[in-house]
């Protein structure tokens, strides 16, 4: 029992030294987890547009919604819709303003063929629940991906992992040892393809649950704005009618 202990001793003490930076450990990884890394950083850098992108976005839309509001709400209070619609087509960027001007264009439609006021105000809040159907889609574009992403991402991971595994035993049954130099490659592959892959699950999914909570404050503030629009349309109409 001692001389075999003795044996696996100096088996282990022959094993020529392992680098574990990243480029040795690329350097003895087999092709199918150099694929997996490959896959991985594909997606990491899939998540990362889609973060730039939509970081872009929102920031565009929360900026120009706070110069939309004042300027539209004094328009609106001296009766000048057609300024009004003008307004909101400057702010393209807006989630506000896509939502608005939708409702204040059927809105001056209607009052141009002079149909009734109920239909006037149903129209109108037609056209804002379509327009908030329409602009929440656009806000949520390229979000589930990052939702993909966060999921497999660790699961593709694993699968190189996996790999790694089945290498380290090949290497072991290949040299008949059991030193560090026979399972190298294998605990290399496993230990890269897991890191990669929680490296790319873990910012993709903080920013998918970051990007949730955006898209529901801004479908509050599109909710307020279009109720606070068609009490605007129940009052204009009201005057038009005591006229």
């Keep these: 029992m001692f001389l075999h202990v003795q044996t696996w001793a100096f088996m282990l003490l022959e094993d020529q030294p392992m680098n574990f930076d990243l480029m040795s450990m690329w350097g003895v990884m087999a092709w199918p987890a150099r694929i997996v890394v490959i896959v991985l950083f594909l997606m990491s850098a899939w998540s990362i547009g889609v973060m730039i992108d939509r970081l872009i976005a929102y920031n565009g839309a929360r900026k120009q919604s706070r110069q939309f509001a004042p300027a539209v709400a004094g328009a609106l209070r001296e009766g000048k819709l057609d300024e009004a619609i003008k307004i909101a087509d400057r702010f393209n960027k807006s989630h506000l303003a896509k939502v608005v001007v939708a409702g204040l264009q059927e809105f001056r439609a209607h009052q141009l063929s002079s149909e ?15 327009a908030e159907a329409i602009v929440h889609a656009e806000l949520k574009r390229g979000i589930s991906s990052l939702a993909t992403i966060g999921s497999t991402s660790p699961f593709v991971g694993l699968f190189g992992t996996v790999v790694g595994i089945i290498n ?5 049954s290949t040299q008949k040892s059991t030193g560090l130099g026979a399972v190298a490659g294998g605990i290399s592959e496993a ?17 998918y649950n970051y990007f949730t909570n955006r ?29």
């Design 191 to 207: 230990l890269v393809t897991t890191a990669v892959g929680l490296f790319v699950a873990v910012p993709a999914v903080w920013m």
């Design 215 to 243: 898209i529901e404050a801004f479908d509050v503030e599109m909710g307020n704005s279009s109720s606070e629009l068609i009490d605007y349309f129940l009052k204009r109409t009201q005057r038009t009618v005591a006229k």
């Design 168 to 172: 380290a035993f090949k290497g072991i």
């Design 116 to 130: 009734i006021s109920g239909e006037e105000i149903e129209a109108s809040k037609r056209a804002l629940e379509r």
